[in-house]
């Protein structure tokens, strides 16, 4: 069993930036492939960024590519979305996910995660 926490949402201006942290139970969170999804009212749930286990391959939503970079420390089982440049469009409940099964075949797809954390609401103001 995986348990994932986010924290670090909150209200903030356009333009602004933030952090999430998604802190991960498990003895081996270093093998796990993770990534983050956003869920916007009215809205279905959408990929963000994603991270292999060792850190070394990167994904991004070409919405957010070059405003948001994912990263992880696997000594601390936490992996991490910094946030800049932020816009109104990234209004969302951010979800945090785990890849427990031996590796993604498209970590776009939310079907490939097996353990999901509660979300953390990020809201961005013009």
């Known amino acids: 069993q995986v348990q994932l926490v986010e924290s670090g949402g909150g209200l903030v201006q356009a333009g602004g930036s933030l952090r999430l942290s998604c802190a991960a139970s498990g003895r081996t969170f270093s093998s796990y492939d993770m990534g983050w999804f956003r869920q916007a009212p009215g809205k279905e749930r959408e990929f963000v960024a994603a991270?292999?286990?060792?850190?070394?391959?990167?994904y991004y939503a070409d919405s957010v590519k070059g405003r948001f970079t994912i990263s992880r420390d696997n000594a601390k089982n936490t992996v991490y979305l910094q946030m800049n440049s932020l816009k109104p469009e990234d209004t969302a409940v951010y979800y945090c996910?785990?890849?427990?099964?031996?590796?993604?075949?498209?970590?776009?797809?939310?079907?490939?995660?097996?353990?999901w954390g509660q979300g953390t609401q990020v809201t961005v103001s013009s």
């Open positions: 991270i292999s286990w060792s850190g070394g391959n990167t």
């Open positions: 996910a785990a890849q427990t099964n031996g590796g993604w075949g498209n970590p776009r797809h939310a079907y490939e995660y097996d353990y």
